[in-house]
């Protein structure tokens, strides 16, 4: 384990020093983002939501009238892609779509793991979500969380959110997308979808907001940290 200091105020652990990764996995919808996003916030480390990554490579491809399915086309937009991550349009269904095309390219998962791997090992430590952060990107991380929930949950989770955005689209497709990446995400040959042996695991299929990022902060907080410089 790496060396970090523990400065406590108020109800949080606030982290500093150097060295503490935090590594979230999961399937689509299944909440790892939102949870990722709140253990940066509570322990005050840099985050990065590495599907967006792989979103954007799927945008680029489908801005260039390419095919997302195509390892050359996929392979040309990794390999140019822009550092900005806030594009418009990587948060829509077809980005989505687009994303769990192109990250079964060996090829492509190659041109984005160094830039992944240089933000996890950055001084000072890191939160990363995604679908191989405990397995490829970060498997010596300090902590591991894999985040699931019940195709059905998530399937609800992922229509809602596509209904308050204005589109028209009905739940048995969303569930119908949702296994089908769930398949495309944990049959691929080059670093699938699949749970770290260490990792601990966090249903929130029956789990709120808070109830959620409550038990990942409680799963973290067990984790064996070293104490050093107190």
Same mark, same amino acid.
């Given at each position: 384990?790496?060396? %970090? ?19 979230? +996995? ?6 790892? $983002?939102?949870?990722?996003? =709140?253990?940066?916030?509570? %322990?005050?480390?840099? @985050?990065? +939501?590495?599907?967006?990554? %792989? ?24 390999? @140019?892609?822009?550092?900005?991550? +806030?594009?418009?349009? /990587? ?16 090829? *492509? ?17 890191? &939160?990363? +979500? ?5 397995? *490829?990107?970060?498997? @010596?991380?300090?902590?591991? /969380?894999? &985040? ?10 992922? %229509? ?5 955005? $204005? ?6 497709? *969303?569930? @119908? ?21 260490? =990792? ?7 789990? $709120? ?22």
């Amino acid at each position: 384990m790496g060396d %970090y200091r523990f400065v406590r105020s108020g109800p949080g652990a606030q982290v500093a020093g150097t060295g503490m990764i935090i590594a979230v +996995d999961g399937p689509a919808a299944s909440g790892k $983002g939102t949870i990722a996003r =709140a253990l940066a916030a509570h %322990y005050d480390l840099p @985050h990065l +939501d590495t599907g967006l990554l %792989y979103r954007a490579v799927g945008m680029a491809v489908l801005e260039a009238g390419g095919d997302p399915a195509s390892p050359e086309d996929a392979l040309h937009a990794a390999e @140019h892609l822009s550092s900005a991550l +806030d594009v418009p349009g /990587l948060k829509s269904e077809a980005a989505g779509k687009a994303a769990s095309l192109v990250s079964v390219h060996p090829d *492509v998962r190659a041109a984005l793991l160094d830039r992944q791997k240089r933000f996890a090992n950055q001084s000072g430590g890191a &939160v990363l +979500d995604g679908r191989d952060i405990g397995t *490829v990107i970060a498997p @010596h991380a300090d902590a591991k /969380l894999f &985040v699931t929930a019940s195709a059905e949950v998530r399937a609800e989770r992922r %229509y809602a959110e596509l209904r308050k955005m $204005g589109l028209d689209i009905h739940l048995d497709a *969303v569930l @119908h997308d949702i296994r089908a990446r769930d398949e495309r995400d944990s049959a691929r040959s080059t670093a699938p979808l699949k749970r770290a042996d260490d =990792a601990a695991l966090l249903d929130t299929s029956e789990l $709120g907001i808070e109830a959620a990022i409550a038990a990942a902060i409680a799963l973290v907080e067990q984790r064996p940290f070293s104490a050093a410089n107190d």
